[in-house]
């Protein structure tokens, strides 16, 4: 699970991702995500960690090992202004809806 938000990845390499983690939830500027792949993989989340920091639109990634998920606190203006970034909510937003 490589995370939201990064632009290098090509479209196809995103909608993996994107299908291989539960969004638990999203409001604008939070996105919750759960993947059993965090689950005691404290590697994963260093590296993880590690590709946010790179993004001055991610604002905060939380990762808690023990339960699997992470929280991205992000810059909701500078997400929307690029395009792949607002392509990537988009889709985080109608998916999380339909989970309730």
Partial sequence: M???????LSDLQWEFILRAVQIS????????LRSGKLVGNTEL????????AQY???????INTV???ALILYNTQAVRANSRFAKVEQYIKMH???RG
């Fill in 2 to 8: 490589s995370l939201l938000f990064f632009p290098s």
């Fill in 25 to 32: 939830s999203y409001i604008p500027g939070r996105i919750r």
């Fill in 45 to 52: 989340s260093k590296k993880l960690s590690t590709m946010a």
């Fill in 56 to 62: 001055p639109e991610i604002r905060k990634l939380e």
């Fill in 67 to 69: 339960t699997g998920s």
């Fill in 96 to 98: 999380a809806e339909r």
